[in-house]
């Protein structure tokens, strides 16, 4: 499957982004799909991930400003996020869990400023 992230951008602390990845077939069928991010000079490190049936978990460094959807009729993953800190920045990934390497895509940059 392909996967195609989208909705990065520069955005002031506090504000807020929505991302999107939009997979090139259907993902009904993927048990678990994940967001993953990675800063420079750091791992790449996961952030959200959501099952078929909706369940979520989330770093703890997200939790309860990031929140992870799917709409398996369009065959897309979102991430919203909130009440951005400079330390989001990274570019983020989707994926599914566990990551498989060639689903890695482009992904989108995040900047916060402070």
């Known amino acids: 499957v392909q996967l195609v992230e989208s909705g990065g951008g520069l955005v002031q602390a506090g504000g807020s982004l929505r991302l999107s990845c939009a997979a090139s077939r259907s993902i009904f069928s993927i048990d678990v799909m994940a967001w993953y991010r990675q800063a420079p000079g750091k791992q790449r490190e996961l952030v959200a991930t959501?099952?078929?049936?909706?369940?979520?978990n989330y770093a703890d460094s997200v939790t309860g400003r990031f929140t992870i959807s799917r709409d398996n009729a369009k065959n897309t993953v979102y991430l919203q996020m909130n009440s951005l800190k400079p330390e989001d920045t990274a570019v983020y990934y989707c994926n599914v869990k566990p990551w498989r390497d060639p689903y890695w895509g482009q992904g989108t940059q995040v900047t916060v400023s402070s």
């Open positions: 959501i099952t078929t049936r909706g369940s979520t």
